[in-house]
């Protein structure tokens, strides 16, 4: 991957509505043989126009999730409120006291060595695009909890990093949070526990059980009573 | 200006316990969460350990004694602790800057209880260490003390340089971690060198600390030597307020979560801490969990959202 393409944190929150990754065949880890046959590669399917303009695909080329996009910003508004409100829901025992003591542990004490980058898979395939670093999730998260749930203030922010939280942010962070398979491999290998899987899935919960969302098959599942 | 280091020194002290202990207390007293182990899990029989498996493949496992294997457990927890087994296996290059750093602060640590017991011995028994345990105990903390503030030194330099020059760091590193890098390296340096040039005639460790235990303001401390120990223990009480704590999340990461195996067995402490959270009025806002605030857990759990909400 080239440099120029690496995402910073802060390109979650651009406010362009422009993907802030792009991959192609030639980023991704080189595949064994016999399946390395250039001729049998298939080039990436570019998302339609009808759904550029429907759904918030401004992630990364792809929609796993398709939001729609808000038609006013007030709605964009509500969308980041009910999301804070759901962050908010995440940490406390009424809600989620099924897994709050493992995700305040991995918000904590994350030392931020990157020791799980090389067990993760998808960040590997990618070629190591930024954007998929197991760590890069949770540390949006993490910004998001000292400033959203502890309510930390410039300390809290020089202490711990600081984010910018609007509805590209949050449009982009449904996404991400569904370019994770929640293998765990990064918890296997983390010196001090922390768990990016974890952060994956309780984000997703935020997401679904807050604000309703989550991709087509897991609410057609959930219509077929499963 | 001893009254001053004395005070900060005790100040120091109560924060960084009190902090700690806070911190500790806050992960103790958080709800029992679902299981979310990840094998191996090492108090399992060893050879259900050495492969990764479960006392749970074992049919009528409920039926069967449990077996606790805290050898397995203690092995583990020992080459993690002292010798930070994971980081050395997972991040080789990282490890090389890590282990010296933790290894030299836990020889710091040994250092300040050794001379904490010497002075202690003192005042209690004014001959305790005269003759060759004296010798022995001054030998022994000096060596912990100059190889662990070393190490500690080297060890913060070499991780303070990869962050700022590993572009794979950067991307999460904050101004926060280079701070905490930085402090502890100038923290250390200046009391490594108030000790190393210390006036001949001066008071050495072990009278500062006597002279800490009876508050004895008398004694002269060099300059350079009080600042170090100032830094030091105003970089001790900060701790705590940091990710830096992570000794105490450890010990609940890998015991309350990467190997809490325990069963839920009929009349135990789990089922009576279920029957509690059942009973917790959940308020997800979206339709299809069907929680208003006031249907409890079990009524969540058990039934099915209305046939609307789950469009």
Known sequence: MKDGDTPSLSDMSRADRTPIAHVENAHLTPLPAPLDDPAR???????????????????????????????????????????LSGLDKLFTRENNWTFLQPLLLSMEHCARRQTCADACHIFEASGR???????????????????????????????????????????????LSYRCNLCRRCAQTCPIGVDNGLIAHELRKVFSQEMGIAPGRFTTAARCGN | MTTVLYFVLCLSAVVFVAATAVRAVGYARAPLHLRWELYPVPHEAPERAAHGGSSFEQSDWWTRPVHANHWGQLKAMTAEMLFLKALREFNLQLWRRSFPFHFGLYLLIATAALVLGAAVATLVL?????????????????????????????????????????????????????????????????????????????????????GFLNWNTGVRVPGLLAAGLLLSALVAAYIPF?????????????HAVRWDDAANRRGGAIEKAMAEYLTYRPTWAAPHVDADGVRTWADVVTTTPPDKARR
Not at chain 1, 45 to 57: F, G, M, Q, V
């Open chain 1, 41 to 83: 590669e298939r080039p990436w399917t570019p998302l339609s126009e009808k759904a550029r303009a429907r759904y918030e695909c401004i992630l990364d080329d792809t929609c796993a999730v398709s939001v729609p996009k808000p038609a006013t910003q007030e709605e964009e508004t509500r969308l980041v409120r009910a999301f």
């Open chain 1, 129 to 175: 695009n930024e954007l998929y670093r197991p760590t890069y999730r949770s540390e949006i998260m993490r910004r998001l909890y000292f400033k959203c749930v502890r309510h930390g203030g410039m300390l809290s922010a020089w202490q711990h990093g600081d984010i910018e939280v609007n509805w590209p942010l949050v449009a982009r962070l449904i996404e």
């Open chain 2, 126 to 210: 004014p001959a305790a260490l005269d003759g060759w345990v004296g010798g022995l105990v001054r030998g022994l903390y000096r060596g912990t003390g100059i190889a662990g503030l070393m190490l500690t030194l080297a060890g913060a330099a070499g991780l303070l340089h990869r962050r700022l020059t590993d572009p794979a760091l950067r991307i999460c590193t904050t101004a926060g971690d280079i701070f905490n890098l930085a402090v502890f390296l100038i923290a250390l340096a200046v009391l490594g060198a108030g000790y190393a040039l210390r006036p001949v005639g001066s008071p050495g460790v072990l009278s500062i600390v006597i």
């Open chain 2, 242 to 254: 940091t990710h830096m704590s992570h000794f105490v999340g450890k010990y609940f990461t890998y």
